[in-house]
């Protein structure tokens, strides 16, 4: 019987992805095992065309982690890491108000072993990205980046620091008590540095922007403290990340559903 592995998911027509899959084959002996797909002793990586946040992966794995650009206005180099999933619509791809299952320890992993290997080379800040776009899958997932436009994409240095970074979390995930984030804004700021610099992991995070286009309810808060690799310790929520009405419903209802819940 074949063993079942981690898959690394590359975009033909992704640069970072590429650029990352490079990085990959440099520090791993990988050996072709089908077409587009190869295997190394730990995780597999396969490439497939169309968007990266649009692929369903055909290979079953035991979990997967997506090499991925990350784009924003400012332009500025980083390393990005997140959960994919959707409390909302599903205007990036995936299902509305469905989020995946969250990897605590091997996203804290990941971000570690960016921010370390940024830190000897080229100096990028680290972010932590709330909950957003898909795609849905059935098994855990979670985005590892390199932002944040052309000219940071195809950088060798910033592949070799994000491909370190997967094999961190496939291979050292960090085991330490793991959250759910309520609040704040895209690149979780509260959160951030509880994940980077802290002694705790986080699953979901879910914006202040979300809740409060998006609403909150029973069914999408039992997503986000049960999709995790893991056990939950409790929520934390940002209280000034969150306008005033959408706390007060989303507190009550954490109460209600006998969720422990802290102050972030």
């Known amino acids: 019987m074949v063993r079942m592995k981690p898959l690394v998911v590359i975009s033909r027509e992704n640069t970072a992805s590429r650029n990352i899959m490079s990085a990959l084959f440099s520090l791993e002996k990988f ?10 002793a730990d995780f597999d990586v396969a490439e497939y065309s169309g968007s990266i946040i649009e692929i369903v992966p055909a290979h079953d794995a035991t979990y997967y982690v997506f090499a991925s650009t990350h784009k924003s206005e400012s332009g ?10 959707n409390w909302g619509n599903a205007d990036m791809g995936g299902s509305p108000q469905t989020l995946n299952t969250a990897m605590p320890g091997r996203l ?4 570690q072993k960016m921010k370390e290997m940024s830190g000897a080379s080229l100096g990028w800040p680290v972010s932590i990205e709330v909950d957003h776009h898909g795609p849905t899958l059935s098994r855990p997932v979670m985005f590892a980046e390199i932002g944040s436009s052309e000219a940071e994409w195809s950088v060798p240095e910033a592949g070799a620091v994000v491909a370190q970074a997967i094999i961190a979390a496939i291979r050292q995930p960090c085991e330490c008590p793991a959250y759910v984030g309520f609040g704040g804004t895209h690149y979780a700021p509260k959160f951030t540095p509880k994940i980077v610099d802290g002694d705790i992991a986080l699953g979901h995070i879910v914006s202040g922007y979300s809740l409060e286009k998006y609403g909150v309810d029973e069914s999408r808060i039992l997503q986000a403290m049960s999709k995790n690799e893991g056990k939950i310790e409790c929520a934390l929520v940002d209280w000034k990340g969150i306008k005033g009405e959408r706390r007060r419903q989303l507190v009550e209802l954490l109460d209600k559903m006998q969720v422990k819940w802290e102050k972030a």
């Open 108 to 111: 804290k992993a990941a971000a």
């Open 31 to 40: 050996e072709e095992e089908g077409e587009r797909f190869w295997s190394c």
């Open 76 to 85: 500025k180099p980083c390393f990005t890491v997140h959960t994919p999933g």
